[in-house]
């Protein structure tokens, strides 16, 4: 028997209206894991890759993973896969809370999205059902005004994916929001979405899913959870502090950089935004995603007013990267992503990018108004988080990403980018690792693709030293395939501090019954990243397109444990194209090709 999934996609072809119930290609969903990878299968089948991500023919697939609704640790993860009006790339933006675990109750292994409405819509599922209903009072609305109301408005224990102002408004880094604070952040999905003119998603109740081997599953599932509860990474440094946690450790590690990376290596000021202050200060509770024992979600209380976040990588995009060192600041700011719906980290670099380019004399004041984008300005950083989700005056130009920005202000080097997407919250000129992940990764600047930062950094293993040349493709190649395998399943990246591939790979097995070999699945997620990269190859994303900003290259980290050192990303690539069975050039191979089955898709 196959657990794991409902065996049923819902289509939805916003244009016309019309929804149909479909069966789930089982076969694809062997050879692809399932969820993103899944999803992707069927995406780059029905899209062409020329194509405008605003077009009406684009798809959006929102797919949950054959895990996601069960009882294992972490299991509550969805993706939104497109393609991204940021970089141009394939993509797909995870995230986790209670929707993913409602749409999988409600009936669905999949939702594709096609066609445009001509006014705005949301979709209810519920039982197996699905229903498309005006939306007209909503547009307008912000994430938590949009989210209560359709609460109230349908009652009983539901939950709700949207967009804001920002998503409506076509902000090129705009978020899909679920639960009010959880986000499939990256990439523009939301921008997608609005585009669309769908404003949101509400996931009823169901049923759990069937666990396709149920003996193994209850046999295995205490001892992931033991190993998670006695990891002191899972049970005490997220759970306490949440991912914030970082930010002492990143900071003397020498990779915390500041000011839009003009400055880095050591930041005398990291301890006043870190997790422990944040505990301190503001912090209430922590919050849990579904079926999570880890719990690394923050509520925070300011001004009498209850919010979550912010993150680590929040933390440093909004603070930090643009100058601020103030909790209450980056709260606020983090709120205003919140509530308008777009990436935190896209948009404190952006905010730093406009920081340094008004700081050159490159932006005149008539552009900016009264409020200055100077690094260490709070009032800019809040003024500009409030308007890029409405577009509105300065806030247009933000709206359009750091890359964008920095062309229309003739100095591209000010962009932090790969691809046009902002990169994380690690200097790779310190930690090579993600400097080849950020290169390389097949959704642009991104350090969720292979958090190498464990390996290189917090201990996991396979350890290695961050400035080792030798085995760092390998490294890489490696944790981009096991990635691969945490969210083609649902599960969280963050139990991998504790669990192993063995583990995860017995998870899969017990809930789907698809008995794989670690060959077979580490195949099938190879399949999945070269399937992204043949897409990213015909939509015109070039391998000449793998590179970091000139910074990373040419200037050395000024200071700290790491001073002196750049990224040699000419080294990295070629060793990188040669572990991924590629050319020189950086194509897949035929041979590649044909081992992994995607000769219908070569190019």
């Known amino acids: 028997m196959v657990g794991g999934f409902t065996g049923k996609i819902l289509r939805v072809d916003l244009g016309s209206g019309t929804l149909k119930i479909e069966d ?22 029905e899209v062409d890759p020329k194509i405008d991500p605003y077009d009406p023919d684009n ?3 929102i797919a949950p993973g054959p895990l996601t609704g069960t009882s294992a640790p972490t299991a509550a993860r969805y993706m939104a896969v497109t393609k991204s009006p940021l970089t141009g790339t394939i993509t797909r933006s995870n995230s986790g809370g209670y929707f993913g675990a409602k749409l999988k109750h409600a009936g669905f292994d999949m939702i594709i999205f096609k066609g445009k409405s001509s ?24 994430v938590f005004e949009t989210t209560d ?3 109230s408005r349908i009652g009983g224990n539901v939950s709700v994916a949207c967009i804001g102002p920002a998503g409506e408004n076509l902000v090129k880094f705009a978020s899909i929001m679920n639960d009010k604070h959880r986000a499939a952040g990256r990439n523009g999905v939301g921008a997608v979405m609005g585009s669309k003119k769908l404003k949101a998603i509400v996931a009823g109740g169901g049923k759990m899913p069937t666990i396709g081997n149920p003996e193994m599953y209850k046999a295995i599932l205490p001892k992931m959870l033991k190993k998670i509860k006695e990891n002191p990474v899972t049970s005490q440094g997220l759970t306490q502090f949440g991912t914030e946690v970082l930010t002492n450790i990143i900071n003397r590690s020498g990779i915390y950089s500041t000011r839009n990376a003009t400055d880095s290596g050591d930041d005398p000021l990291a301890d006043d935004v870190s997790g422990e202050t944040l505990a301190e200060t503001y912090l209430i509770h922590n919050q849990p995603c579904f079926a999570c024992p880890i719990g690394c979600g923050r509520v925070v209380k300011y001004n009498e007013r209850e919010s979550e976040g912010p993150e680590y990588e929040s933390t440093w995009a909004l603070g930090p990267n643009t100058g601020v060192h103030d909790l209450y600041t980056i709260i606020a700011a983090n709120d205003n992503a919140d509530r308008l719906g777009y990436d935190t980290i896209s948009a404190g670099l952006t905010i730093s990018a406009a920081m340094e380019l008004y700081e050159k004399g490159k932006i005149p004041d008539k552009d900016v108004g009264p409020t200055k984008p100077k690094f260490g300005n709070t009032s800019a950083v809040l003024e500009m988080t409030a308007k890029i989700g409405y577009r509105k005056d300065f806030g247009d130009k933000l709206a359009e990403g750091s890359y964008r920005l920095a062309k229309m202000y003739g100095d591209e080097s000010v962009s932090m980018s790969v691809k046009g ?16 992940e950020y290169a390389t990764s097949n959704i642009g600047g991104s350090h969720m693709r292979a958090y190498t930062i464990s390996n290189e950094i917090l201990g996991v293993e396979p350890t290695q030293d961050p400035l080792q040349l030798e085995g760092k493709a390998d490294l890489v190649k490696y944790i981009q395939d096991f990635t691969e395998v945490m969210d083609c ?7 991998s501090f504790a669990l192993n591939l063995d583990d995860y790979i017995e998870l899969v097995n017990a809930v789907t019954g698809f008995n794989y070999t670690k060959d077979e699945i580490m195949k099938a997620a190879e399949r999945v990243w070269n ?4 897409f990213n190859l015909k939509a015109g994303i070039k391998p000449e397109d793998d590179k970091l900003p000139d910074r990373f290259l040419n200037v050395p980290i000024p200071k700290g444990p790491k001073k002196g050192n750049v990224v040699p990303l000419s080294k990295l690539l070629q060793d990188y194209y040669r572990a991924r069975g590629w050319d020189t050039r950086g194509y897949p191979t035929e041979e590649k090709i044909k081992e992994l089955g995607l000769e219908f898709y070569k190019i």
Request: aromatic share 12%; glycine share 10%.
């Open 24 to 45: 789930t290609n089982m076969e694809w969903a062997r050879d692809y894991i399932g969820g993103q990878g899944l999803a992707t299968r069927y995406y780059v089948d």
């Open 59 to 61: 798809e959006l697939i």
């Open 119 to 142: 006014k705005p819509v949301y979709l209810f599922v519920d039982k197996g059902k699905a229903e498309l209903r005006d939306a007209s009072d909503l547009w307008g609305k912000d």
């Open 149 to 151: 109301i359709l609460v």
């Open 421 to 436: 997407q902002e990169i994380a919250a690690y200097d790779p000129r310190g930690v090579w690792g993600m400097a080849l």
């Open 489 to 495: 399943s649902g599960l969280c990246q963050f139990p």
């Open 531 to 534: 399937l992204e990269r043949l």
